[in-house]
């Protein structure tokens, strides 16, 4: 038994409790893909059997950031690009929680970028969606990192000299040992993928195409899509690596030629998250840190022998 | 400047001399400085002496001139003097160095078969000792550094025995054949010069059946850390604050908490907030450049009222600046970083055993005011090894509050008339409940963005003000209910005030008894709180003469106190990279004393 009572509560989960008294109708532009992770995030985290109170949403800054202002769990909207190691923290604190972390392209893929090299190579125990609309939204439609070559901003008037980030490869090499790409005009799958991404044991990220219809002039509204495993033109192994990166390569490629690819690109089962790793040393308790102590009543362990040490 | 008579007359020969030793070893940085000071010094310790260590080095690992200086007495001493006794010194720079601090009555070891040839001052005692061979001899070349400790030993008139138990510390984990081995070559070096010397300078050290505990200020940070609860560290390693990290890993676990070595210093500041939000006590420390890059965070911490401990020790800057260097130069950081108004505490510890006390201190202040706590250090404190009785840290005087963390049952108090926490509520003493993620109907969000009491942004003016002016109350609350207390030393009456914040007080409380010798009469406060910090008006108003000492160029501290009195003080800085000197310090008092106040 968890110390909070929350956490590990068997009760049937309505879909409503996920919505907020307050505030029940998100401030996103009509149309905008944002809509799309909300919807795709309050049906899966019921289905997997997860009560409001033993979820953690962190997100960053962006139009993307105000996820969990619509989402009634307990929320944490932090600052630019460092929603990952507050995240991560949070769940090694408490790996009883189940944490996500959400933030747009700009927040995740360029101010926050080592965090996520770093968090995908620890290989944390949690979900991590970023909103790639491909744009700056909410300071009104800057080039972002993956914004496409070419793409004409206020920034950029003559058009990006940069190739876009590439996010799919990035993560599968950083080490993410969960990684997919769904859009926001695909919701059945998105919402499949997100109870994936919950349910894998490891660093599972994200990439969620969100259309801008604001501020990305170009925009795409990501249709057709594809479903990589669905289409009979696609073919590979989502545990072979080499397989997943040459499928990633290609579907970054061709989104900015127009054809939106989806689906799981690769999954790694059985590497150990770090929390595992650090049981496995001896380095993290099999307690939560966070339990530690947490009764008032509780008897603080006194430190003598770390003094002794010092004679 | 400090005069030339004052040192001669004032330090270098002072008349307990012979039982207050000051022994340094010195070489290039690589040659196991460090380790050979402290196991020398872990003996004195062992024999019931006290100890106080200081370091010169430099910040690279391999090159450069490094030293470990040992001051040793049976009284309890807590600064450095300008005076060298026992050199013992491995290359010629060592002794180049400290031609300052050598005296006539000094004496210089060294290894007359190595390649160099020693360059000693005629008056000082050249101690000549194949350190190389007689550790040869013992077992490796290895030992030549102990080789000179049992030297050393012979010429202090301290009994070699002490070295055993300090090299069984150090080497019983790499097996008895080892530390056999260093014990001879110990007893090697002490024999030889017994042989082969017949040197009287008068030291006879007395030993005590005292029982010290030694440690330097960063360990006793990471100490007091597991102390108070923390269960959550997150770092990214800089000098001198590293070894905060390196103290904890290894030691915290089994408390059941854990260490983390982020990507940089905004994760590590980031992740610290993180593990405090799921409910662990958390701290990080950092120095230099690395609270710069923390800096970005204050404002999270305190908009969305987090406890967090956030210990900067403090080395000279600004930028890369002198990373191995001493210097108080974050106040204004402390006090000011960060855009916007945030409500923090800053508590600077003024010795090593504060540095226990007051991270314990850091830790209830941050939960019970839900606020960051910035616990200010220094690299002189975080380098530096010294004695304490072992009740200077009696653990059963610890203490911990973790002020308003409500339970599942406690949150029901807490809901707004819909059943909605109200983790930010606007109470009479600004703090509100928390409610820690997992607990059943403490749900709520937590936001840098301006908020109502439901943790949900708003810009609405009133419930603007309303939040800004309860955060604030927080500090207003704990101004009244916690005690800001200085420290004081000195003559409670005396016409002339020094007021000083942080590491100089030992050489501060040193200095008096110079001063006193001189005829001076000083008060001595010194200030471990700068925010909320204890009101001197009064104490400035009695006084006929006030200095604030620190170690900085432009006289942070002073320039707050100006500010809280409407008065002009005097001021002494210094910026060498190197701490004050209890007996340079007296000095520069008595100078200043008799300095016109600037306009
Ligand atoms: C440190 C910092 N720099 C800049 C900003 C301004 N800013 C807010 S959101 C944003 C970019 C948002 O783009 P993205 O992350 O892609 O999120 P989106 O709005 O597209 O969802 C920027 C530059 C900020 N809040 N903090
Ligand atoms: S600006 Fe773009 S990303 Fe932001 S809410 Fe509007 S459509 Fe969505
Ligand atoms: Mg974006």
Redesign the interface.
Known sequence: MSAFNAIGDEREIDRDEYTPGVEPQPTWCPGCGDFGVLKALKQALPEVGKTPEEVLTVTGIGCSGKLNSYLDTYGFHTIHGRSLPVARAAKLANPDLEVVAAGGDGDGYGIGGNHFIHSARENHDMTYIVFNNEIFGLTKGQTSPTSPKGHKSKTQPSGSAKTPLRPLSMSLNAGASYVARTAAVNPNQAKEIIKEAIEHDGFAHIDFLTQCPTWNKDARQYVPYIDVQESDDYDFDIHDRAEAAEMMRETEDVLNEGTVLTGRYYVEEDRPSYTQEKKAVGELPDQPLAERYFDDDTEWERSYDLLDRHK | MLSEAFLLAGSKVRPNMAEDLNWAVGGEAGDGIDSTGKIFAQAL??AGRHVFTSKDFASRIRGGYTAYKIRTSVDNIQSVVDRLDILVALTQRTIDENLDELHEGSAIIYDGERSWEADIPEEMSAVDVPLKSLAEDAGGAIMRNIVALGAACEITGFDVEYLDEALEKRFGGKGSKIVENNKEAARLGQEYVEENYDLDLGYDLETTDN?????NGN?AIG?GA??A?C??Y?GYPITPATSIMEYLTG?I?E??????Q???E???I??????A??????MTATSGAGIDLMT??FG?VAT?ETPLVITDVQRSGPSTGMPTKQEQGDLNMALYGGHGEIPRFVVTPTSIDECFWKTIEAFNLAEKYQTPVFLVSDLAMSVTEQTFE?DA?N??D?E?D?GK?V??DEVDEWLDS?G?FRAHANTEDGVSPRA??????????????EHNE????TEEQDVRVQQVDKRNRKVETAKEQEEWDYREFGDEDADNLIISWGSNEGALVEALDYLEDDGVDVRVISVPYIFPRPDLSDEIAAAEETIVVECNATGQFADVIEHDVLERVKRINKYTGVRFKADELAEEITEKLSQEVPA
């Open positions: 310790s062992r029982d010290y505990v030694l440690l360990e100490m597991i102390a609860g269960r959550f997150a030691r676990e408390y059941g908490g854990h260490v983390v982020a990507e940089d905004l994760s590590a980031n992740m610290a907030l993180g593990g939000r799921a409910g662990a006590r958390a970005e965070t999270l969305s072992p840290f653990m059963d610890v911990i973790r963390l339970d599942e819909q909605r820690i993620p997992g607990t059943t109907d403490g749900a709520h969000m937590s936001t840098g963005l439901l943790g949900r942004r």
